[in-house]
């Protein structure tokens, strides 16, 4: 199992970048995927996750209408579109999966301990 995080970098306040995921080796798919978040000296945390049988999305508060999560299954890719950036969405972003079904809905999923593979990390720095 391997997922590849990519797409991070430095943008000015206000402006947008999209992460990239590309999931392999899970062969018999995952149940759930998303995005999290480290800031210097800070916890991670959940930024979105997305499950995979019925497409339900979970956002952290401040990313409601910033941020939105989407997938392209045909490349076993997700991303995470950010606009709106702002100074505090700075921080190393990681993306994980989640390979067993859970009774929990997404917003209760996406936490560190309910994902079971993690990927590399990708800088986001949002700077003037």
């Known amino acids: 199992v391997q997922l590849q995080a990519s797409g991070g970098g430095l943008v000015q306040p206000g402006g947008s970048l999209r992460l990239s995921c590309a999931a392999s080796?899970?062969?018999?798919?995952?149940?759930?995927i998303g995005w999290f978040r480290q800031a210097p000296g800070k916890e991670r945390e959940g930024v979105s996750c997305v499950t995979d049988s019925d497409g339900s999305t979970y956002y952290a508060e401040s990313m409601k209408g910033r941020f939105t999560i989407s997938r392209d299954n045909n490349k076993n890719t997700v991303y995470l579109q950010m606009n709106s950036l702002k100074p505090e969405d700075t921080a190393v972003y990681y993306c994980a999966a989640r390979i067993r079904w859970s009774h929990l809905g997404v917003e209760d999923l996406c936490t560190e301990d309910r994902m079971h593979y993690w990927g590399n990390g990708t800088q986001v720095t949002v700077s003037s």
């Open positions: 080796g899970f062969t018999r798919g995952y149940y759930a």
